[in-house]
């Protein structure tokens, strides 16, 4: 089946570097992608977002890049900060004509060492 | 504004006992939600789409009769862990699409609850 996968499980970034975390996909049919940020015992907190018909898009200290050539995903964190110690996941979302559920990917630990 | 809350945070409950979640649209109404387990260090995976006076879509796997689900109106839907079993421990956690919304982020999680079952 259709699948969202990462290919970092896990990441140890000095803080105040920046941070680059990688999303494979599969389904060539999304047509949205997030990320999210969950932290210990919490639910998933939206980061930034990005549709198919655009390559990048920036937030505050966050980049996200689409590259649909190689169905590949990817999130910059700039200056990482202590508090970005979290697990991040990606998700797709199916185009038009499907269920349009949101498939999340295995989820990346960031760890940021002081 | 888009704040989902669950109920209750966590819960530890006894072998073959059943157990209501309550996922809650607060400020907004929500047609469609979506439960989701995530066992420790794993991702989240979709267990059933719930659709407002409908029956719930369940993924594949997902047992309907253990894991009950009801929509009764836009802003609450309840997950029901019937007979419960120790393998039923997870995180678990529900989505509200914003029917409203008109723009690509039209899905809010809520904060979880812990289930653990002795």
């Known amino acids: 089946g259709e699948s969202v996968g990462l290919h970092l499980p896990t990441l140890s970034v000095q803080e105040g570097d920046n941070s680059i975390i990688n999303c494979a996909y599969s389904?060539?049919?999304?047509?949205?992608f997030i990320w999210y940020k969950q932290e210990s015992g919490k639910g998933p907190q939206f980061i930034i977002d990005?549709?198919?018909?655009?390559d990048k898009r920036q937030g505050q200290r966050v980049t996200v890049l689409l590259n649909k050539t190689v169905k590949h995903l990817s999130l910059q964190i700039a200056a990482t900060q202590p508090g970005d110690s979290a697990v991040y996941f990606c998700?797709?979302?199916?185009?038009?004509?499907?269920?349009?559920?949101?498939?999340f990917g295995s989820g990346t630990q960031l760890t940021v060492l002081p | 504004g888009a704040v989902v809350s669950q109920h209750p945070s966590r819960v530890i409950c006894k072998s073959g006992t059943s157990v209501k979640i309550e996922c809650r649209s607060l400020?907004?109404?929500?047609?469609?939600m979506f439960w989701y387990r995530q066992f420790p260090k794993q991702s989240l995976m979709l267990m059933a789409t719930?659709?407002?006076?409908?029956?719930?879509?369940?993924e594949q796997g997902v047992e309907k009769d253990k894991f009950l689900i009801n929509h009764a109106s836009l802003t609450l839907s309840t997950l029901t862990v019937t007979s419960a079993h120790p393998e039923d421990s997870s995180f678990y956690i529900c989505?509200?699409?914003?029917?409203?919304?008109?723009?690509?982020?039209?899905?809010?999680f809520g904060p979880g609850t812990r289930l653990t079952v002795l």
């Open positions: 989505s509200a699409r914003d029917h409203l919304i008109s723009s690509y982020n039209e899905q809010f």
């Open positions: 389904n060539s049919a999304s047509d949205y």
């Open positions: 990005i549709r198919s018909n655009m």
């Open positions: 998700a797709e979302r199916g185009g038009a004509g499907s269920a349009r559920q949101l498939t």
């Open positions: 400020d907004f109404q929500a047609t469609t």
């Open positions: 719930s659709n407002e006076g409908s029956k719930a879509t369940y």
